[in-house]
């Protein structure tokens, strides 16, 4: 079993959607990371959070220690927020899920 | 600036051939990430670098791979003996040298090698 899982795999939504994607991790951390894969490999880093909530544009991302839970949120999801979202894990072991991959179709 | 770069983006070797991955980190970036990604699977850590110092090599499978960043010139991942299950995308990722160490979100990926092992 991962350390890090992410829920759901797969999401399908249509453009202008609110999106979830759900990440929940097992051992301690000092920080949980989200990146976005782009089709073509492209691998970008869009938050680091240790706790709270942080904002970036549409992206959102949340955290609840107690509970070990993540998530990302995108407010009016657009075709080019596909791609696949992972969330990662750093303590004393860097961990990452499997990855979520997003399709918004116009 | 640019950023980090990776080459080649496409290599195929045959099995038992060797494969050389190389990682030029970004202007000023001292600490390189090797990160490899099989078929269908998320990423996993392999190896931390800085100039002519493994730091950390836990994720390393113990034969075959090997990888070192020298005083002068890129980053090289080295496969040996090359076996189908080698076939992979590898990415490198460099961060400033004032950097901790595991903090993703000040690292930057390169493009990607992806390896074919025939």
């Known amino acids: 079993k991962n350390e890090v899982e992410q829920s759901p795999q797969n999401l399908t939504a249509q453009e202008g959607e609110f999106i979830t994607i759900n990440c929940s991790y097992s051992v301690g951390i000092s920080a949980l990371h989200w990146l976005q894969q782009h089709p073509g490999g492209g691998i970008v880093s869009l938050f680091m959070l240790s706790s709270g909530k942080k904002k970036h544009g549409r992206l959102i991302a949340t955290i609840n220690i107690q509970e070990k839970h993540s998530s990302l949120h995108i407010t009016a999801s657009h075709p080019r927020d596909s791609a696949v979202y992972i969330c990662?894990?750093?303590?004393?072991?860097?961990?990452f899920g499997t990855g979520t991959r997003l399709q918004v179709f116009p | 600036n640019a950023g980090v770069m990776q080459n080649p983006r496409h290599l195929v070797r045959r099995r038992g051939q060797e494969a050389r991955l190389r990682c030029s980190p970004m202007?000023?970036?001292?600490?390189v990430y090797w990160y490899r990604q099989l078929p269908e699977e998320g990423l996993k850590f392999m190896v931390y670098l800085q100039k002519e110092n493994i730091i950390d090599e836990s994720g390393m499978p113990k034969e075959r791979f090997s990888a070192e960043f020298p005083k002068e010139g890129p980053s090289i991942l080295r496969i040996q003996q090359v076996v189908r299950g080698d076939s992979a995308a590898y990415f490198c990722a460099s961060s400033p040298p004032e950097s901790p160490s595991f903090r993703i979100y000040e690292q930057f990926f390169g493009p990607g090698t992806r390896l074919t092992v025939l």
């Open positions: 990662a894990s750093t303590g004393d072991k860097l961990i």
């Open positions: 202007k000023g970036h001292s600490h």
